[in-house]
């Protein structure tokens, strides 16, 4: 007898944090491995953030926050969505969460229905499509590749929508792929969505200030569809806290009220001194924010030049995030000391165990023909990866 639920055993274990535990355990055995599996920045949280989160001990905010988050954050990152992205939310509209990850989950869970649809350009977050499923929906993919930056068509969204189509959810910038969705080429998104008035959009803009292009754009500042988009986002990735889980939803208010409601029998409120850290990271200004940026455009330029110069890895630029999303398929079928390796999963941790670096199989983001490669770490540490993954691919015959 089987004592755990369908919905726990449709589930599939998060292909990055399974990575991360095998990485882990080679070097609790004494290996030296480079992690490039995590999506994590490996700068310090700033200071001025971290001080807010000592006052506010000191202050006593110790106590059960309101479920959505507290009135002051909420209308401190609606004013952050106001001056930075030129959107119009009003605090009512905004559910803080334990992390976006949960932001997300809060809002698939309020808007899809068993049998109901969700489109979903590939490669996608793993989280994606296992969040569908726990709603019992249906993941449609519309797939990309590397030699279009990983960014689909409005003709390929047209193709993909029928009439139980309930949901798009994609990021911008991407997770796994680095891609950046210009003002032009939402815009073309958008002319397809007025088509189809019923279909909501949810944009994980999570990565939105750490990009390479002139100006990230939100989807919602189309103001023909902003009414139906949900934007996920929070403070993990630019201001590197991700210990601190803090995310938020920004939504229409019927959208908004019913996370708030949902969130209020699962978790509630988000942790108070997480919560005054977050007033102190949205008011705090970007000076912090941009010297992250930098130095990872920098990285991004050493691992670009490294990644172009290995034989048989096809890679493009990517224009945000600090990813990688390479195209390794002329390795497939290679062998090495007897071990055939036939996909993207088989060799990253073929990686793992000659290299010595922990990269994540493509598979699990829809895209089995690929790996990613996280560049949020120290330039000298991912020289020294290209170098060993360079070495190691060089064995396969």
């Given at each position: 007898?089987?004592?755990?639920?369908?919905?726990?055993?449709?589930l599939?274990?998060?292909?990055?944090?399974?990575m991360?535990?095998?990485?882990?355990?080679?070097?609790?055995?004494?290996?030296?491995?480079?992690s490039?599996?995590f999506?994590?920045?490996?700068?310090?949280?700033?200071?001025?953030?971290?001080?807010?989160?000592?006052?506010a001990?000191?202050?006593?905010?110790?106590?059960?926050?309101?479920?959505?988050?507290?009135?002051?954050l909420?209308?401190?990152?609606?004013n952050?969505?106001?001056?930075?992205?030129g959107?119009?939310?009003?605090?009512?509209?905004?559910?803080?969460?334990?992390?976006?990850?949960?932001?997300?989950?809060?809002?698939?869970?309020?808007?899809?229905?068993?049998?109901?649809?969700?489109i979903?350009?590939?490669?996608?977050?793993?989280?994606?499509?296992?969040?569908v499923k726990?709603?019992?929906?249906?993941?449609?993919?519309?797939?990309?590749?590397?030699?279009?930056?990983?960014?689909?068509?409005?003709?390929?969204?047209?193709a993909?929508?029928?009439?139980?189509?309930?949901?798009?959810?994609?990021?911008?910038?991407?997770?796994?792929?680095?891609?950046?969705?210009?003002?032009?080429?939402?815009?073309?998104?958008?002319?397809?969505?007025?088509?189809y008035?019923?279909?909501?959009?949810l944009?994980?803009?999570?990565?939105?200030?750490i990009?390479?292009?002139?100006?990230?754009?939100?989807?919602?500042?189309?103001?023909?569809?902003k009414?139906?988009?949900?934007?996920?986002?929070?403070?993990?990735?630019?201001?590197?806290m991700?210990?601190?889980?803090?995310?938020?939803?920004?939504?229409?208010?019927?959208?908004?009220?019913?996370?708030?409601?949902?969130?209020g029998?699962?978790?509630?409120?988000?942790?108070?001194?997480?919560?005054?850290?977050?007033?102190?990271?949205?008011?705090?200004?970007?000076?912090?924010?941009?010297?992250?940026?930098?130095?990872?455009?920098?990285?991004?330029?050493?691992?670009?030049?490294?990644?172009?110069?290995?034989?048989?890895?096809?890679?493009?630029?990517?224009?945000?995030?600090?990813?990688f999303?390479?195209?390794?398929?002329?390795?497939?079928?290679?062998?090495?000391?007897g071990?055939?390796?036939?996909?993207?999963?088989?060799?990253?941790?073929?990686?793992?165990?000659?290299?010595?670096?922990?990269?994540?199989?493509?598979?699990?983001?829809?895209?089995?023909?690929?790996?990613?490669i996280?560049?949020?770490?120290?330039?000298?540490?991912l020289?020294?990866?290209?170098?060993?993954?360079?070495?190691?691919?060089?064995?396969?015959?």
């Amino acid at each position: 007898m089987n004592a755990l639920s369908d919905r726990i055993n449709n589930l599939s274990e998060s292909a990055t944090i399974k990575m991360a535990k095998l990485g882990r355990e080679l070097s609790a055995k004494g290996v030296d491995v480079i992690s490039l599996s995590f999506g994590e920045p490996d700068f310090h949280t700033p200071e001025h953030i971290k001080t807010a989160a000592k006052e506010a001990m000191d202050q006593n905010y110790t106590y059960y926050t309101p479920v959505a988050g507290y009135p002051e954050l909420r209308k401190a990152i609606a004013n952050k969505l106001k001056v930075e992205n030129g959107l119009d939310y009003d605090a009512s509209q905004i559910v803080v969460s334990t992390g976006a990850k949960q932001a997300i989950a809060n809002a698939l869970l309020c808007l899809v229905n068993p049998g109901e649809e969700v489109i979903i350009p590939t490669p996608y977050w793993v989280s994606y499509s296992e969040v569908v499923k726990l709603t019992e929906g249906t993941s449609v993919f519309i797939n990309s590749t590397v030699e279009n930056n990983f960014k689909i068509t409005p003709e390929q969204l047209e193709a993909a929508i029928t009439p139980k189509t309930k949901l798009f959810m994609f990021s911008s910038p991407c997770n796994p792929t680095g891609s950046v969705y210009s003002e032009e080429e939402l815009a073309g998104l958008v002319k397809v969505f007025e088509k189809y008035p019923n279909i909501y959009i949810l944009s994980d803009e999570i990565y939105e200030h750490i990009n390479f292009v002139e100006k990230c754009v939100s989807i919602a500042s189309f103001p023909s569809v902003k009414d139906r988009v949900v934007i996920i986002n929070g403070f993990s990735k630019a201001y590197a806290m991700t210990g601190w889980r803090i995310g938020y939803s920004a939504s229409n208010k019927e959208i908004a009220a019913a996370c708030d409601k949902l969130q209020g029998q699962i978790t509630s409120g988000t942790c108070s001194i997480t919560q005054r850290a977050g007033i102190a990271a949205a008011e705090g200004g970007l000076e912090s924010v941009h010297e992250m940026r930098t130095a990872f455009r920098k990285r991004r330029d050493i691992v670009y030049d490294l990644l172009k110069n290995i034989d048989g890895v096809k890679v493009n630029l990517p224009e945000g995030a600090f990813y990688f999303f390479p195209d390794v398929t002329s390795f497939f079928g290679k062998s090495y000391n007897g071990k055939t390796y036939n996909d993207a999963d088989e060799l990253s941790i073929f990686l793992l165990e000659e290299a010595h670096v922990a990269t994540v199989g493509g598979d699990s983001f829809g895209d089995p023909k690929s790996i990613r490669i996280s560049y949020a770490a120290s330039e000298e540490k991912l020289i020294e990866a290209m170098s060993r993954i360079k070495n190691a691919l060089a064995k396969l015959q």
